[in-house]
């Protein structure tokens, strides 16, 4: 029997597009998972870094960042934090905006944005933990 | 007659102004809500590690805007958020491993999350006063 040359239903211009894909949906949702649970550890850790802080000044802000393992769990808490922000936000976004267009550009900004303002803190901190 | 046609009175569609969302459908909306505040809190996390770098100056500024009466009450809104988020969000996990789905379960649930939010919201500022 001669196999025909289309074995799926799927047109093969939405294949070579991808989509209706599940792949990047398993990993979105895989990854949300990791940093909400990396982010419950941390949270402890920044409650009580933050009361330990409060009402101390700048010095004390200096020596805090300054201990590599402060300067480690803060830089973690950033990474961590605006990754699984952006991961949900882009669910909400998914949810609420219907125009195809709009919805690509909005999940991209927030994508954007996210990792710009990550790069920002992590180099505020590392230049505060190096004594700039 | 209705009667003849219709044994038991059977619920209908829910009447739109009598209906009152189901504890659990509140909660999940609001792990939505939490969620994008946290995300506008990561603002306030910017703002607070970016003064670190610029000085002293720029560090008590940001300093002098969270301790007046207008940012405590910002940190303690975020500080709820993040609570409920966090206990909320375990809860989530526990469903996406397949536990915790009986109505009473479920219920049972609803109540540990909300008590241990507003505990340790309490616990906190108790601790930063
Ligand atoms: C930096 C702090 C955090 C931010 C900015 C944040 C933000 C968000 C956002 C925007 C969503 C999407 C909400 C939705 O789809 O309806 C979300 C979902 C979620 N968050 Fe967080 N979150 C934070 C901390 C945490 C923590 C500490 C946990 C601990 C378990 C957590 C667990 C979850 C879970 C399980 C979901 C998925 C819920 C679902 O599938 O509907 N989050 N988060």
Not at chain 1, 65 to 80: D, E, F, G, K, M
Request: proline share 3%; net charge positive; aromatic share 10%.
């Amino acid at each position: 029997m001669a196999t025909s040359p289309q074995t799926s239903l799927r047109s093969p211009l939405g294949r070579v597009r991808g989509l209706g894909s599940a792949k990047e949906g398993t990993h979105h949702w895989w990854a949300q998972r990791v940093t909400a649970v990396a982010l419950i550890p941390i949270t402890a850790w920044i409650v009580y870094s933050l009361l330990s802080l409060a009402g101390g000044d700048y010095i004390d802000y200096l020596g805090w960042v300054r201990n590599p393992v402060n300067s480690t769990l803060i830089i973690l808490l950033v990474a961590v934090g605006f990754h699984h922000a952006q991961l949900g936000l882009q669910v909400v976004i998914e949810d609420y905006v219907s125009g195809h267009a709009l919805r690509v550009v909005s999940v991209l900004a927030v994508k954007l944005l996210c990792a710009a303002l990550a790069a920002l803190c992590i180099v505020s901190v590392l230049i505060v933990a190096f004594g700039g | 007659m209705a009667s003849a046609t219709k044994p038991h009175s059977r619920p209908l569609s829910p009447h739109l102004q009598v209906y009152r969302l189901p504890l659990t459908a509140i909660l999940s909306i609001t792990h939505r809500i939490t969620g994008i505040g946290l995300s506008l809190g990561l603002l306030l996390l910017t703002w607070w590690l970016v003064a670190g770098a610029y000085g002293q100056g720029p560090y008590e500024t940001f300093q002098t805007v969270l301790t007046s009466w207008f940012g405590q009450l910002v940190l303690f809104g975020f500080s709820v958020a993040l609570y409920f988020h966090l206990c909320n969000g375990i809860r989530h996990l526990f469903w996406d491993a397949g536990k915790g789905f009986e109505i009473g379960a479920t219920q049972r649930a609803n109540l540990i999350v909300l008590a241990a939010a507003t505990v340790l919201t309490v616990l906190t500022w108790l601790l930063a006063i």
